[in-house]
């Protein structure tokens, strides 16, 4: 009698034998949840192009990080709206002891202590320019903007920040940042780099939320390709993880998530260190429209990449996505 050498639809008969021998479970401890600020009071504005995801003045931003808490999601990534008369080439304001970066992380860090305090590090939201380093005849300037992405790292770490995370792509700055840290005595401050990300067109709704797209003039670049990494490259991301981490990196991330899901288990593969993944912004945006639409199962697609990003090996996940997926599974 012949018959097929394995069954293997055995083990997919019923939810019990299923759950049973799933290889990926997604938990509360899985995520970092990114939050925007911005200036005022009782501000809770939604962005446009990211339907149900909001900017929080720090008065809200309280209420925000208690019912974070609760639900059992303990990291967040705070992210910063900057007023345009704030603005300049140098980011002058990030270095604002009293800026509303360093009042977000007291903030943060006066309602829920243990909160693990990440924040991004990288020029775009204070530049007038919205680029990520320093611009000077057209270009944008390496070693003079990690510089000053170290001062501002210190400045996080000053206001109470856990975790540093440069998002800039300058090269050299994790050295300069760790160098800098440890010489101020931060030497428990954490640095996850964004060691992989690439110009990515995911990007756009981000830009929306921050206001912090690159402007449309004469001798300043159009997109962030000269620091960024061309996503048509995969040697290069492991070249990039790996300096990170011997300059100092604690975490290294790969970003945007989906589409570069290759490179996250190339990178897990060979690295020792956690992988971060960040699912951004534009990745929100797609299943967001297509459910409004009504062509996509919102929660079922939701729940299916985050599990794609954490098979493909994340061991920490950036995403919009967090509160909904852990109140769909709880
Ligand atoms: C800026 C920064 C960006 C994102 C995180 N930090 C945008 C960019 O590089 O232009 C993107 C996040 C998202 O799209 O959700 N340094």
Redesign the pocket.
């Given at each position: 009698m012949m018959f097929p050498l394995r069954r293997n639809r055995r083990l997919r008969t019923n939810e019990a034998i299923r759950s049973l021998v799933r290889e990926t479970i997604i938990t509360p401890n899985d995520f970092l949840v990114?939050l925007f600020v911005v200036e005022g009071k009782g501000v809770k504005q939604e962005i446009p192009s990211m339907p149900n995801y909001f900017r929080y003045s720090l008065d809200i931003l309280e209420n925000e990080v208690k019912e974070l808490w609760k639900l059992g999601l303990k990291s967040v990534l705070l992210?910063v709206k900057v007023p345009d008369n704030l603005k300049d080439n140098k980011g002058t304001e990030a270095l604002n002891p009293n800026g509303l970066m360093q009042r977000a992380i007291k903030t943060v860090k006066n309602v829920c202590p243990d909160m693990l305090v990440m924040t991004?590090v990288?020029l775009?939201?204070y530049s007038s320019y919205g680029h990520?380093g320093i611009i000077a005849n057209g270009k944008i300037i390496n070693d003079d903007t990690a510089n000053v992405l170290a001062e501002m790292s210190i400045s996080h770490a000053q206001a109470g920040a856990n975790f540093v995370a440069p998002?800039?792509m300058m090269d050299g700055r994790i050295l300069t940042i760790r160098e800098a840290l440890e010489n101020e005595g931060f030497i428990d401050t954490g640095i996850m780099s964004?060691s992989a990300?690439y110009a990515s067109a995911?990007?756009g709704?981000?830009?929306d939320a921050l206001d912090?797209a690159p402007v449309d003039m004469v001798d300043i670049p159009k997109d962030?390709k000269t620091y960024?990494m061309d996503y048509a490259n995969r040697f290069e991301a492991i070249r990039e993880t790996e300096m990170d981490i011997n300059e100092g990196a604690d975490i290294v991330m790969v970003?945007?998530g989906i589409a570069y899901l290759d490179i996250v288990r190339d990178i897990k593969n060979i690295i020792e260190v956690p992988v971060a993944v960040?699912q951004?912004?534009?990745e929100?945006a797609m299943i967001k429209a297509a459910a409004e639409k009504g062509w996509l199962n919102h929660d079922a697609v939701m729940l299916e990449q985050i599990t794609a990003i954490k098979r493909a090996g994340a061991d920490v996940i950036a995403s919009?996505f967090s509160k909904d997926v852990i109140k769909l599974i709880s």
């Open positions: 990114p992210f991004d990288a775009d939201p990520d998002s800039d964004y990300k995911f990007y709704p981000f830009r912090s962030k960024q970003k945007p960040y951004v912004s534009g929100y919009y």
